[in-house]
């Protein structure tokens, strides 16, 4: 097919510097060919794309004449207006080019036409790396964070391909080896975010560029619109630019850190003389003194020393900071947000008063008279204040520990945390504004926040992340300024923040899948001037422990005044030492006089029985070949409550740890979600489970009001949180409607990921149960990796001749799978199969009975995916079966099936629970409700997804007598039915005449 190229498009432009011709050629459906000058392209294929959820290709391309219509037109401007469409989705768009002189104006309009469900709609070019890999320059300005970047592109495809990741990019630039330029004013452009890659990683030779536009549901009649504007510059042009640019961003970065004065105490204004209890005191604190460094209190330190009605004296650390204004382009997650100084920065000490009364307090400076350290200190205070406190019937407090399983507040009143994961948004405040609404009007009151490099992030080198980032041991005063905004966003939402202050690749210095490894840009790696030759001395070296310190005493002094900051988590994913971790507590104890709750992601056990660690954490996610998370997330929670006795969060989990829920659910059915809320709940958590991907699935979807039900359960319970729980006792449900056993199929499927089994022997029980003294991974080790190598056994008795179903996944390099039947071998298959091949790049692979090969470049091997079904017969009867791997390396057995085995007079349902002596809260789940079943096309889910008739069992342990049990509706809320019935012998039963999804019971002696 010939490409139609626009002759009024090929008329030439000039460049003011230099009388070259600037030629821009566009097709017929409004692609931007290329863009070049004196034969040296600067640019080819800008066009719109629409991305399916997970990347897993495109809905439409206007690239691809298949899936775009479009009609031109010239009055002035060239114009196009066509459609945008494939398999669902539809969408309208108009595109207009301006072009004067050496620029263009590239206008877009979108508007969709049909309902679906999108990765990303975003516009995209190309720059070929033919005679620009390793010559040509790109520079990024980000106004928001006020960071000029810059790089080489490389000359061989490096390890992260990802050259340029921003939330919002003012300006870009490349510069080619010509000394030409192309410039991308993106100001006006409605970007959500920026990435520069290499596409070599795709065996693609060019370099790309995404700008974002909009991702998450669309419905009928969504628009979006993006104006772009592309500028040639000549070689003087663009040095002078970027110099320009430069110098601006300087200039605006420049904070006055340094003073040179004798120590003074000049004034101290506070906010309020009259406060309600738990409302904030600020005091704004003018002085003099003698500091390279205002964060360091070691050369300035400013406290406040407050004594309380009751007499209790304390002291509250101050902080050095700098007041802005916000400026919102756009409102929503894709607004552009500039912050502009006000004012000069200063001193500032906050306190929230917690008795009613009189307070008295004064400001205390300690500093020196010179910059000469030998010089003893010296200290000023002020006079002595009042502040009389009211009292505030409506004000719980701060959040504590409870008694038991529960948090509650000071006023006793119970807290659980019914949130999720929200824990960057590019350092955009209307973005949360935006989302903690959404929580708020639909019951949530909890969200994890991450302080890192890209989203609010405090310490960090200057030049990568975003932030007025100043290196070691000095804060980002505007990243400071937004964590204020976002405690005020989440206290006028009534959200409780969980801070974590730090994440793992910060210590990584390693590729990670993502690529967020970072130890080469960390300020505490000695090549940036750090105290630390390798990740490990961040733990144990003096200096980088005392400037971690410094940071936290900041933390306290700035954020911990406000109760809506639930807890201070030290980490993300990081096994950090418990030593390290009880010095950091011990630390911000001694600082907070608040007493905010503390926690880490990841623990060992030396960590979780630290009496400083308040409750326990950890993530999980599938790999997405997992049938449910219920019975997962149950055993999480067992475990931790069991073992360490404090309360436990399931911090992070989802569907697959590779990709977003959205991949697995499009539609926004939301069961794996949902089911992971309410087993997490009713298994004994301080809180409900938190999903990960926040921004394209929750908030994309807009499913924000699953949160309702479960929020509204919370308060139907009430004051009863704070009970000492225990699991719930029950004896197995039955259909009363069956009374000869029939069989059918038994799923097992192991929920450990990368790590040792805990257990190696389990016992397969007719009902569906299967019990072992720990859990089974689903990578099947070798005897390669003797650390990881434990073969699973299974105790069976099959109620007649059956079969052993194995669901292989991934096999790395090798594997030889063996099944053993009481010590005897009756299977071997080797994997991968087949010959000896080499692919184009020489690598050796076997051509084998599989779906498709990846190679892992970081370990230069192959990965070989069968998602495969291997079928090996077992004789009726009692058996041990052992599956093993003999081969040279692991695979993966996401799923075991024996059939038939399960009697069916035990229906498929998971019965969950926690219970007093004279209560019990119950979730009772059919086990076929379930993410997988729900993405099953058309009839077949609905016939899988089986309602169950004549359901009935017992809850075992209350007291007897009348008991009160109320029905709840998990999904619109609300009680569906409420009756009585009478405990006798400690025996509750429960008839329930259909089971479509799940419901909730709350049980209560009367």
Not at 855 to 884: A, L, M, N, S
Not at 913 to 936: C, K, P, Y
Request: aromatic fraction near 12%; charge should be neutral; include cysteine.
């Amino acid at each position: 097919m010939k490409v139609l190229l626009f002759s009024a498009f090929l008329g030439f432009c000039f460049i003011k510097s230099a009388e070259a011709k600037v030629n821009w050629n566009f097709d017929a459906k409004g692609v931007l060919l290329n863009l070049s000058i004196d034969k040296a392209v600067l640019v080819q294929n800008l066009s719109a794309v629409l991305i399916r959820p997970g990347w897993q290709g495109s809905y439409a391309d206007q690239l691809n004449p298949a899936t775009v219509k479009a009609l031109q037109q010239c009055n002035g401007d060239w114009v196009w207006k066509g459609l945008l469409f494939g398999d669902g989705a539809s969408v309208a768009f108009e595109q207009r080019a301006t072009i004067k002189n050496g620029e263009i104006l590239l206008s877009y309009q979108f508007r969709s036409e049909t309902e679906f469900t999108v990765e990303t709609l975003m516009l995209r070019c190309f720059l070929t790396t033919e005679g620009n890999a390793g010559k040509a320059r790109w520079v990024a300005v980000d106004e928001m964070s006020l960071e000029v970047l810059s790089g080489t592109f490389p000359e061989k495809l490096p390890e992260r391909y990802h050259l340029l990741t921003r939330g919002n990019l003012s300006w870009l630039m490349w510069i080619l080896p010509s000394g030409y330029a192309l410039l991308f004013d993106l100001r006006e452009s409605n970007i959500v975010g920026v990435n520069l890659q290499d596409d070599r990683r795709f065996n693609i030779n060019s370099f790309e560029l995404q700008l974002h536009l909009l991702g998450g549901k669309w419905h009928v009649g969504r628009e979006v619109a993006s104006n772009l504007r592309l500028q040639v510059l000549s070689e003087n042009e663009a040095i002078g630019w970027e110099k320009q640019m430069r110098e601006k961003v300087e200039r605006e970065r420049t904070i006055v850190l340094q003073k040179h004065a004798p120590l003074m105490l000049k004034g101290v204004k506070p906010n309020a003389k009259t406060l309600r209890r738990y409302k904030t005191l600020e005091l704004k604190i003018d002085l003099d003194a003698t500091y390279d460094n205002p964060f360091d209190p070691e050369q300035i330190s400013v406290e406040a020393e407050i004594v309380s009605p009751s007499g209790k004296r304390v002291r509250v650390p101050g902080f050095f900071t700098q007041d802005f204004e916000r400026s919102t382009q756009v409102e929503g997650q894709g607004a552009r947000e500039i912050l502009k100084r006000v004012g000069r920065p200063y001193f500032a000490v906050r306190f929230t008063p917690t008795e009613a009364g009189n307070y008295r307090y004064r400001v205390v400076i300690t500093g020196r008279e010179t910059r000469d350290e030998r010089r003893e200190k010296k200290q000023v205070a002020s006079n002595w204040f009042t502040l009389k406190v009211l009292p505030d019937p409506q004000a719980k407090g701060f959040v504590r520990k409870g008694k038991f399983w529960h948090l509650q507040f000071d006023d006793g009143t119970p807290f659980v945390p019914v949130g999720l994961n929200v824990c960057w948004s590019g350092n955009n405040l209307s973005a949360y504004e935006k989302w903690f609404s959404s929580m708020r009007q639909n019951g949530a009151n909890f969200a994890r926040i991450w302080l890192v490099r890209w989203n609010m992030g405090l310490e960090w080198m200057p030049g990568d992340g975003s932030g007025m980032y100043l290196g070691l041991g000095k804060y980002a005063l505007d990243n400071a300024w937004r964590i204020d905004e976002l405690i005020r966003i989440a206290e006028r939402n009534g959200i409780y923040l969980m801070l974590c202050l730090g994440y793992h690749g910060e210590l990584a210095d390693r590729p990670l899948y993502f690529g967020e490894q970072a130890w080469d840009k960390n300020p505490y790696n000695r090549q940036n001037g750090g105290p630390c030759d390798k990740p490990s001395d961040f733990w144990t070296n003096p200096e980088a422990r005392r400037l971690y310190k410094q940071r936290l005493r900041y933390i306290v002094a700035r954020y911990a005044h406000s109760p809506n900051v639930l807890a201070f988590e030290f980490w993300n994913e990081v096994y950090a030492p418990a030593q390290w971790i009880q010095e950091m507590a011990q630390f911000i104890r001694s600082i907070d006089i608040y007493g905010h709750l503390l926690t880490t992601t990841y623990g060992d056990d030396a960590v979780w029985q630290l009496p400083e660690m308040d409750f326990t954490q950890t993530h999980w996610y599938g790999d997405g070949s997992q049938t449910d998370c219920v019975e997962t997330i149950v055993r999480i929670h067992r475990s931790f409550l069991h073992q360490y006795r404090k309360p436990f969060l399931l911090g992070e989990f989802g569907i697959d740890w590779r990709t977003s829920d959205l991949t697995y659910d499009p539609k926004g059915n939301a069961l794996h979600w949902h089911n992971g809320v309410w087993s997490s709940l009713i298994s004994g958590g301080l809180g409900t489970a938190c999903v990960w991907y926040w921004d394209s699935y929750i908030d994309g979807l807009n499913l924000w009001h699953h949160f309702r039900p479960v929020a509204d359960f919370v308060n139907l319970v009430g004051k009863a949180w704070l009970q000492d729980w225990r699991t719930l006792r029950y004896i197995d449900p039955m259909v009363e409607t069956l009374s000869e056993p029939s069989f059918s199929d038994l799923i097992f499927v192991p929920t450990l990921g990368w790590q040792r089994p805990t257990a190696d022997t389990f016992l397969v029980r007719r009902d569906g149960k299967v019990k072992g003294d720990g859990e089974a991974s689903y990578f099947l080790f070798s005897p390669s990796k003797p650390d990881l190598y434990r073969p699973p056994k299974f105790i069976v008795d099959f109620p007649q001749d059956g079969i052993l179903a194995l669901q292989v996944g991934t096999v790395s390099a090798n594997s030889v799978l063996i099944v053993r039947i009481d010590g005897k071998e009756v299977w071997r298959q080797v994997l991968p199969e087949g010959e000896e091949r080499k692919d184009e790049q020489g690598r050796v692979y076997f051509e084998g009975n599989y779906k498709e090969r990846q190679w892992i470049e970081q370990w230069k091997k192959w990965d070989y995916i069968y998602d495969r079904e291997f079928i090996i017969p077992v004789p009726k009867g009692k058996h041990t079966i052992e599956i093993d791997n003999q081969g040279v390396d692991w695979c993966t057995v996401t799923k075991i099936r024996f059939s038939p085995y399960r009697d069916n007079r035990y229906p498929e349902v998971n019965v969950i629970g926690i219970q007093t002596d004279t209560m019990a809260l119950v979730w009772v789940h059919n086990q076929h409700s379930n993410f997988q079943i729900e993405r099953s096309d058309g009839q077949d889910a609905k016939d899988r997804l089986k309602k169950i008739q004549g359901l009935q069992f017992e809850v075992l342990g209350l007291k007897d007598g009348k008991y009160e049990i109320v029905k709840w509706d998990t999904w619109k809320g609300g009680i569906v039915k409420k009756w009585q019935d009478k405990c006798q012998g400690r025996r509750l039963q429960i008839k329930l005449p259909e089971l479509e999804r799940d419901f909730a019971l709350k049980i209560r002696r009367l």
